[in-house]
């Protein structure tokens, strides 16, 4: 007898995997496309997603089930003809997330709705940098903002840091500037707030916010740097954040950096961190007159005020940084970098500088961050979010 030929089958972008671990790759396929077009008609998700119309109706549904979709109030019709769409669209106004940063003069709390809106922002300077004291304030002004929310249904908390932070178990191996050495933060801070806690490095939390709610959304690769008392890179690419064994990827602090003139703890001259360092700056601002003080904004407002000295310290400040980017992208080529640096993210002068020291060919691929005004809240609570969109299924009523 004659063989039947095999019937064609069309291929999906979705991986074959496991229907488990399907359903959750599609679900978070759909929510992210919510997120970046919505309000968006189901027929529009299949077409962008390759997913079939009834997955999409399916999984929509669980979505709007679990109060992460809703359909918009206004129907939209196709071409003016025919029976009108209803579009469906984020539903950001049942869910909050928890933002904690830590920094080494303070701590900032937040609260963030689903689209990663900063709604509510504190910070806790820090009296000492126990650790054990430095998260039960963190809890108890998460606590506080809550009480000012009645009715916002927290989702998790996520945790941002710099130095070495190990996203598997919820801890921070090292920070040499808070002297925090194997702090479980998951753990403590759980058993605080009652929530589920997920803890990354700011570097690779700004990234997903920046592939989430930023710039950066679309981009094959993502790189970004964040220059502050620590100085940290995280490096995306296909949606995934590199992190390497125990989350060590991304530790730059000792990097040599040519040009540079200050002596490291390491023994040797110019290392990244020490000689772009918010200490630095401010000990170069206190040394030359310019303010008396830790805090960098008031090196930006100096400058801001007219000082010359003060523009000339973030200026030169901001073309190390293009330095440093120069390095980074010869080493990984990413479509796009993000970098998070006070001068920046406040003076068009210091965006120039950095812009000319990476060089002509690559400067329109380096923008400053999309979150100028509250980079640290978005930086913990994109831990979270990042958690959420990429398994929403997981998602009530609380993101475990």
């Known amino acids: 007898m004659p063989r039947t030929a095999a019937p064609t089958t069309l291929m999906s972008p979705v991986p074959r995997v496991a229907d488990p671990d399907r359903r959750r790759t599609s679900a978070s396929v759909v929510l992210r496309s919510v997120l970046e077009h919505g309000p968006v008609a189901r027929s529009t998700i299949a077409r962008v997603t390759g997913l079939s119309p009834a997955s999409v109706t399916d999984h929509c549904a669980r979505l709007t089930q679990l109060g992460l ?12 003809v025919g029976r009108p769409h209803v579009p469906v669209e984020l539903d950001d106004s049942r869910f909050v997330v928890g933002g904690v940063h830590v920094a080494v003069p303070y701590t900032t709390v937040a609260l963030l709705d689903v689209r990663g809106r900063v709604l509510a922002e504190r910070r806790l300077k820090h009296g000492r940098t126990d650790p054990f004291e430095v998260l039960a304030r963190a809890a108890d002004g998460l606590g506080a903002l809550l009480a000012e929310a009645p009715g916002s249904r927290p989702l998790g908390v996520g945790v941002a840091a710099g130095g070495w ?12 500037l808070l002297g925090w050495r194997d702090v479980a933060v998951r753990e403590v801070l759980g058993a605080r707030t009652g929530l589920p806690v997920h803890v990354d490095g700011h570097a690779r939390a700004l990234v997903n916010a920046e592939r989430l709610f930023g710039r950066a959304r679309g981009s094959r690769s993502v790189l970004h740097l964040f220059v502050g008392n620590m100085v940290d890179a995280a490096f995306a690419t296909h949606d995934e954040v ?9 530790s730059i602090a000792h ?12 023994g040797r001259v110019g290392c990244l961190q020490v000689e772009l360092s918010e ?3 401010c000990r170069r601002a206190r040394e030359a007159g310019v303010v008396d003080g830790v805090n960098p904004m008031h090196v930006v407002a100096a400058a801001a005020a007219g000082d010359p000295v003060a523009t000339g310290l973030l200026v030169e400040r901001a073309r190390m940084v293009g330095r440093a980017v120069g390095l980074l992208l010869d080493v990984l080529n990413p479509e796009t970098v993000v970098v998070s640096e006070v001068g920046v993210l406040h003076r068009e002068d210091c965006l120039a500088a950095l812009r000319e020291a990476v060089g002509p060919e690559r400067a329109a691929s380096v923008a400053p961050t999309s979150f100028p005004e509250s980079v640290l809240a978005v930086a913990g609570g994109s831990v979270v979010l990042d958690v959420l969109y990429r398994d929403p299924l997981a998602s009530s009523p609380k993101l475990n």
């Open 165 to 176: 932070v190990d996203r598997d178990s919820g801890t921070v191996v090292e920070h040499p």
């Open 242 to 250: 590199h992190h390497g064994p125990r989350s060590q990827a991304g």
């Open 279 to 281: 200490r630095t700056l």
């Open 255 to 266: 990097l040599p950096l040519g040009g540079g003139t200050e002596p490291c703890v390491c």
């Open 69 to 80: 979709v809703r359909e918009s109030a206004v129907p939209r019709r196709s071409g003016g």
